[in-house]
């Protein structure tokens, strides 16, 4: 648990879900090594969310802000074999022409929800917002509130 002391151990409380993204379970050990033959210099990044045998023959893994970062800052003609959803990968290779950029997988597989995390849907949650409406509201029993609102701020204030 890294630097977390004795007592913030003991009063913390993890449900563990046996939930998976549809997408990362797709990414396998033989597409990080069918990657690196096809490109002897590749850096390989993966998402979290991956098999852990993945996560573990990847060179890096990260959240999705950390992947982002990871190709910003890298020199130019870098090559990156990326274990994440496919319209970020697509964006990336976009933004970063300088740079080879590719999905580990070869089937293209979108997520079928993430893709509408867009500005306009953001728009027009916050246009509902103003007019007093709120969208898709999720409720929670006060306990779990008041134990995720410790869990986030913790997480908030960790640093990296």
């Not at 449900?15 to 597409?31: E, M, P, Y």
């Amino acid at each position: 648990m890294g630097g977390n002391d004795a007592q913030t151990l003991l009063d913390a409380q993890v449900i563990l879900w046996h939930g998976f993204c549809s997408v990362h379970k797709r990414f396998n050990v033989a597409q990080i090594e069918r990657a690196r033959q096809e490109h002897p210099d590749v850096r390989v990044i993966v998402h979290p969310e991956c098999p852990m045998p993945v996560v573990d023959a990847a060179d890096e893994s990260g959240s999705t802000d950390y992947i982002l970062k990871a190709v910003a800052a890298a020199p130019a003609g870098s090559t990156f074999a990326i274990g994440t959803e496919i319209n970020m990968v697509n964006r990336l290779a976009a933004q970063y022409p300088e740079h080879t950029i590719f999905c580990l997988d070869p089937v293209i597989c979108p997520c079928s929800t993430m893709y509408r995390i867009h500005p306009g849907y953001l728009a027009w949650v916050l246009e509902s917002l103003l007019r007093g409406e709120v969208q898709n509201q999720i409720t929670v029993p006060a306990q779990v509130a008041a134990s995720a609102k410790i869990a986030l701020e913790r997480m908030l204030a960790a640093k990296p």
